[in-house]
């Protein structure tokens, strides 16, 4: 049973055209993140929350924002997504920040 | 600062073979955990082993092996008997700290011939 589930597994969306991605968890953890993973490329931190506490990663561009309404959901809003976007998006769970990791199926983001 | 190297980028082997996947970590933190991570093709990470910092006993689970060394900061993984469905991308990964957040290194992709 999928613990951490992620939707849509594939999303196309036009360039400059805002786009969300979400993911669910049934694990009732409390950190819940966000991963942009490139072609080739490792897993790159966006922002995580602990609880409903925000935070930010320095170099994660303006043009991406999250939201997490309950500690179930959270989402990953590209306000204007670029080619640069393109990429695998990976939400992660875990218990605490050294717990263990969950992550998702990921969500290929293609920008046309 | 954390950091994770996977000098190997690309190895392939010929089934059965055995092969060992090197990872080399950086931190400061006294208490932190090392993760192996595999990424078939189509795309999710799939969870292979955390181990923590103050424990070095090596570990089985069947055909893999992970050989945990603090003196060396290096946590490596050796697959015996390799097979085809082993094809993948691996990682390497580092958390430690308060509010740590999960450091990969870049993957090393693993191609297991027929």
């Known amino acids: 049973d999928a613990m951490v589930i992620q939707n849509p597994r594939y999303q196309v969306t036009q360039f400059g055209k805002p786009v969300t991605l979400s993911c669910s968890q049934t694990?009732?953890?409390?950190?819940m993140y966000w991963y942009q993973q490139k072609s080739s490329q490792a897993p790159k931190l966006l922002f995580h929350?602990?609880?409903?506490?925000?935070?930010n990663e320095a170099d994660t561009p303006d043009n991406f924002q999250s939201r997490r309404p309950n500690t179930s959901f959270c989402f990953l809003d590209i306000r204007s997504p670029g080619l640069g976007d393109a990429a695998m998006y990976l939400c992660?769970?875990?218990?605490?920040?050294?717990?263990?990791?969950?992550f998702g199926s990921g969500t290929r983001l293609t920008v046309v | 600062a954390q950091k994770v190297t996977q000098a190997q980028t690309e190895i392939s082997v010929v089934e059965k073979e055995d092969v060992t996947l090197d990872c080399v970590y950086e931190?400061?933190?006294?208490?932190?955990?090392l993760f192996w991570y595999k990424q078939p093709p189509s795309g999710e990470l799939v969870f292979l082993i955390r181990?923590?910092?103050?424990?070095?006993q090596n570990e089985i689970s069947g055909r893999y092996s992970w050989n945990f060394q603090k003196s060396t900061s290096s946590f490596n993984f050796t697959i015996t008997a390799s097979q085809v469905v082993d094809s993948a991308v691996y990682f390497c990964?580092?958390?430690?700290?308060?509010?740590?957040?999960?450091?990969f290194g870049k993957g090393i992709t693993l191609s297991v011939r027929p």
């Open positions: 992660a769970t875990s218990r605490d920040p050294l717990g263990g990791y969950t």
């Open positions: 694990l009732n953890h409390n950190v």
């Open positions: 929350y602990y609880d409903k506490d925000f935070n």
């Open positions: 931190t400061r933190d006294t208490t932190y955990y």
């Open positions: 181990r923590n910092s103050f424990d070095e």
């Open positions: 990964a580092l958390s430690g700290g308060a509010n740590s957040k999960l450091t």
